[in-house]
């Protein structure tokens, strides 16, 4: 079975030109068992439309924090604890920036600041965004406070420039989410810990031990004939 069966993902779509390869990415996660559900950001809505995400996600899709009707059915802190996973693909420059700051100006921003589980963004831009100081400082601070990130990849862009800054593909995006979710390979494993040298006793008085592992992590010089029993 998929790691992904039954799986919540709330996906935060964007404004940047590879928004579309978000409907791939809702259709592989729909073919592995998860459920989608999707925020668009005013810019996202640009590129992608509210029906074509609807339509695959078999879903509502959120756009607004002022919507009250959908606010009473479902409020965005909700919408940001009911899910087990927060995909950000597209994630802006911008995005990026709103989240680093903390700022929840709109209702992307406002369910990726509410909510308690783990974040994965597909950063996409353009090259020089990409580089650029400010994004890079974003993304070590959102790094810090545990954010996920796949990608991005490097090549030709929308723009006609080339480099670092294209969004990874769908595929690697379903990768890094079936990553998250597959059971870790230490799980169940009963470990011991210990510390301190290895001293086998000889008798009740005497012990052999061992330099190479008596935790200073130096090595030691050779016992002298004199520590010979
Ligand atoms: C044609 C076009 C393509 C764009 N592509 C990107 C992009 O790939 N990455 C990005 O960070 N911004 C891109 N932008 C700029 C964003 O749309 C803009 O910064 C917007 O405010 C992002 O808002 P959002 O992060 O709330 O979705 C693009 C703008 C235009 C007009």
């Known amino acids: 079975m998929?790691?992904?069966?039954?799986?919540?993902?709330?996906?935060?779509?964007?404004?940047?030109?590879?928004?579309?390869?978000c409907l791939e990415l809702i259709r592989r996660l729909r073919e592995q068992g998860?459920?989608?559900?999707?925020?668009?950001?005013?810019?996202?809505?640009?590129?992608?439309t509210p029906l074509s995400l609807e339509a695959l996600?078999?879903?509502?899709?959120?756009?607004?924090?002022?919507?009250?009707?959908?606010?009473?059915?479902?409020?965005?802190?909700?919408?940001?604890?009911?899910?087990?996973l927060v995909v950000v693909a597209?994630?802006?420059?911008?995005?990026?920036?709103?989240?680093?700051?903390?700022?929840?100006?709109?209702?992307?921003?406002?369910?990726?600041?509410?909510?308690d589980k783990p974040v994965l963004a597909a950063p996409a831009m353009n090259v020089r965004m990409w580089e650029h100081p400010a994004t890079q400082a974003n993304l070590a601070t959102l790094r810090t406070r545990g954010l996920l990130t796949v990608g991005p990849d490097q090549g030709d862009m929308a723009c006609g420039e080339w480099g670092y800054g294209r969004m990874a593909e769908p595929a690697a995006i379903l990768a890094a989410i079936e990553a998250h979710f597959a059971p870790r390979r230490?799980?169940?494993?009963?470990?011991?810990?210990?510390?301190?040298?290895?001293?086998?006793?000889?008798?009740?008085v005497r012990y052999i031990s061992n330099h190479s592992s008596d935790g200073r992590g130096t090595p030691s010089p050779l016992p002298s004939p004199a520590w010979v029993p």
Do not use: W
């Open 90 to 115: 597209p994630a802006t420059a911008n995005i990026l920036a709103r989240m680093a700051a903390g700022i929840a100006d709109d209702l992307a921003t406002t369910a990726l600041l509410a909510t």
């Open 34 to 48: 998860a459920s989608v559900r999707c925020i668009l950001t005013a810019a996202g809505a640009a590129f992608v």
């Open 186 to 204: 230490l799980a169940g494993v009963r470990a011991l810990v210990t510390s301190g040298p290895t001293r086998e006793p000889i008798d009740p």
């Open 57 to 84: 996600s078999e879903d509502k899709v959120y756009t607004d924090l002022f919507a009250l009707g959908r606010e009473s059915e479902m409020g965005h802190i909700q919408l940001s604890r009911d899910a087990d």
């Open 2 to 21: 998929s790691a992904l069966a039954g799986k919540r993902i709330l996906l935060v779509i964007a404004g940047g030109i590879a928004a579309y390869k």
